[in-house]
C-alpha cells in the first residue's frame, strides 16, 4: 500500500523503479485501475538491419584497405618468396594484420561507445534510458566487427598467396618414394662456396640430435664427404654431400634409415640445389613414410635458417667442411689403392683424388 499523500506522478514513479529493481511480473493498482505486468530488458531484432549497415560499410573498408596494402608490397611478397617462405605463410600474414584491425577497432569502438555513453548519461540526454556498461552486448558486437574484418580479408589474403604462388601449385610438393628409397630435390639455390658449408651446418644440427640431444628424431655421427659419382654439368666434379643414420620418434616403431643431402648443379638455373636421399633400412613403409612428412619439414626449416647465418660462421662451417672432405677423399685413397700403391701408380692416385678434392672446395 501506498502513503495516501503520494499523488498520481509520485506513486507512478514508485511502482515503475519497483518493477525495475525486481522484474517480475506483478499486479498493482493506480488511480482506480488495476494493472498486470512487468518492467524488464528485452532484446529484438528489430535494429538488426540498422546494424547490418555499419557492418558493411566496414567490412568494405577493410576490403579496399587491404587489397590496397596487397598490391603495395607485390615486392615484398617476391622478396618472401624467394627466401622459401611458403605462400599459404604469406596468407596468413595478411590474416595476422587484419587480426591486429580487428583488435584495435573493438577495443577502440567499446571504450568510445562506453565513453559516449557516460558522457550523455551525466548530462541527462539519454532521454531515460539507462546505459549499461557490462552488458553482453558489447561482446556480440565486438565479434561482429572482427568476423566482418576477418571475411573481408581472405580475399585480399587470396591475392597474396596467389602473387607467392610462382605456378599454379599452392606449395611444394613431395614425391612418392621408389621402394625403400625417396630421392627429392628441395627448392633452395646455393652459391658455390656455400654448397661445401651446407654439408657442415647440417653435421652441427644432427650432433645436435646425437647422444643426449632431444627433439623429434635422434641421429648417429655424421658423415662429411664427397659422393661416388661426379657432377655430370660440371665435368665430373666431386659433389659435396653429408650421411648420417636417423631414427625418427617415436622410437617403438623401429624405423631407422640413412639420410644424405648432396648439393650437384641444377640443369635448369645452373645453381646447387640440394638433393635429399632417404634409404628405410627397419621398420614398415607405411610408419617410415608418414615420419618422414615431418622429419622432411624439419628438414626444409634448417635450410631456411641458413638465410639467417652470418658470414664469419658461413666462412667457418667452409673451412670445417674442406678440412673434414679432404680427410675423408684421403681415406677413400688408401683404402682404394691398398697394396697397389706403389711407385708412380701410388703418386697417380693420391694426385688425382687431391686434385678433385681441392677443385672441390678450394674456392
Not at 626444409?300 to 673451412?319: P, T
Request: charged share 25%.
Amino acid at each position: 500500500m501506498l502513503p495516501p499523500k503520494f499523488g498520481y506522478r509520485e506513486s507512478k514513479e514508485l511502482i515503475d523503479r519497483y518493477l525495475e529493481q525486481t522484474g517480475r511480473i506483478t499486479y498493482y493498482g493506480l488511480d482506480c485501475f488495476t494493472f498486470l505486468g512487468r518492467r524488464a530488458r528485452a532484446r529484438t531484432v528489430d535494429g538488426l538491419v540498422e546494424m547490418l549497415i555499419p557492418l558493411v560499410i566496414a567490412a568494405l573498408t577493410v576490403l579496399n584497405t587491404m587489397k590496397g596494402s596487397v598490391y603495395e608490397r607485390k615486392d615484398e611478397i617476391f622478396v618472401h618468396n624467394s627466401v622459401g617462405i611458403a605462400p599459404r605463410h604469406v596468407f596468413f600474414m595478411s590474416f595476422t594484420e587484419a587480426a591486429v584491425y580487428a583488435v584495435v577497432g573493438s577495443v577502440l569502438g567499446y571504450l568510445l561507445s562506453q565513453g559516449t555513453g557516460r558522457v550523455l548519461s551525466m548530462v541527462n540526454f539519454t532521454g531515460g534510458l539507462n546505459m549499461t556498461f557490462a552488458s553482453a552486448s558489447a561482446i556480440y558486437a565486438s565479434l561482429a566487427i572482427a568476423a566482418s574484418v576477418f571475411v573481408s580479408t581472405w580475399f585480399p589474403a587470396r591475392t597474396a598467396m596467389r602473387i607467392a604462388t610462382p605456378t599454379e601449385d599452392v606449395g611444394w610438393r613431395l614425391p612418392d618414394p621408389t621402394g625403400d628409397t625417396w630421392s627429392f630435390r628441395v627448392p633452395f639455390t646455393f652459391s658455390f662456396r656455400d654448397r661445401i658449408a651446407i654439408p657442415a651446418f647440417f653435421s652441427r644440427y644432427f650432433e645436435d640430435h646425437g647422444e643426449g640431444g632431444s627433439g623429434a628424431f635422434f641421429a648417429g655421427r655424421p658423415t662429411l664427404g664427397v659422393g661416388k659419382e661426379g657432377d655430370p654439368l660440371a665435368d665430373g666434379a666431386p659433389v659435396p654431400q653429408l650421411e648420417v643414420n636417423v631414427w625418427p620418434k617415436p622410437f617403438d616403431l623401429g624405423v631407422s634409415q640413412v639420410f644424405r643431402i648432396a648439393l650437384a648443379t641444377d640443369p635448369e638455373t645452373h645453381e646447387f640445389i640440394p638433393t635429399i636421399t632417404l634409404e628405410r633400412l627397419s621398420g614398415s613403409r607405411e610408419n617410415w613414410m608418414r615420419l618422414n612428412r615431418r622429419f622432411i619439414a624439419l628438414v626444409r626449416q634448417r635450410l631456411l635458417h641458413w638465410r639467417a647465418v652470418g658470414d664469419d660462421q658461413r666462412r667457418e662451417m667452409f673451412e670445417e667442411a674442406k678440412k673434414e672432405m679432404m680427410s675423408e677423399a684421403g681415406a677413400r685413397v688408401r683404402r682404394c689403392a691398398g697394396a697397389q700403391v706403389r711407385g708412380r701408380a701410388g703418386a697417380r692416385a693420391r694426385g688425382c683424388a687431391g686434385a678433385r678434392v681441392r677443385g672441390c672446395a678450394g674456392a
